[in-house]
């Protein structure tokens, strides 16, 4: 294998390994999303006997949530929507990158694995028509005798 074909591996194996990376971290920035959206919370004394417990921004009960209510500022401080907003801004140009990377990356790995299992074959096929080719010779030099 030449220097270029390793060179071109470890290169897909970076490529791929970085973009794991970045879908990982946007992994996790969807699931401290969710939970943030889909969790009860309170409204963040929690030393206190007193401290209020939020219903979740996406499931509560009745017709409006408590956190919309004008006395429930605390809530509303807990989870202020522009900078969720923001990290799920942040997750996207991480998941499109992390994408663009695993899979190029991945699949310059498998042409590569690909490029070998077919010079074997290649390899194996000329050794099999040169032993033939010999074998015809040794038969057409036996019959002339």
């Known amino acids: 294998m030449g220097d270029f074909e390793q060179k071109f591996g470890r290169n897909a194996e970076i490529h791929r390994n970085w973009g794991g990376v970045l879908l990982f971290a946007a992994g996790v920035i969807w699931v401290v999303l969710a939970w943030q959206l889909m969790a009860p919370f309170s409204d963040g004394d929690d030393e206190y006997s007193d401290s209020r417990k939020c219903q979740s921004l996406l499931f509560y009960e009745g017709s ?68 033939a080719e010999k074998d015809a010779a040794e038969r057409d030099a036996a019959e002339k005798d």
Request: aromatic fraction near 8%.
């Open 64 to 131: 409006a949530p408590t956190w919309q209510d004008a006395t429930w500022d605390d809530c509303r401080a807990q989870r202020r929507w522009p900078e969720m907003l923001a990290w799920l801004g942040l997750s996207v140009p991480l998941s499109i990158g992390g994408t663009v990377l695993y899979t190029s990356g991945a699949t310059s790995l498998r042409m590569r694995e690909y490029m070998a299992e077919h010079r074997i074959a290649a390899k194996k096929d000329a050794a099999a028509k040169d032993a």
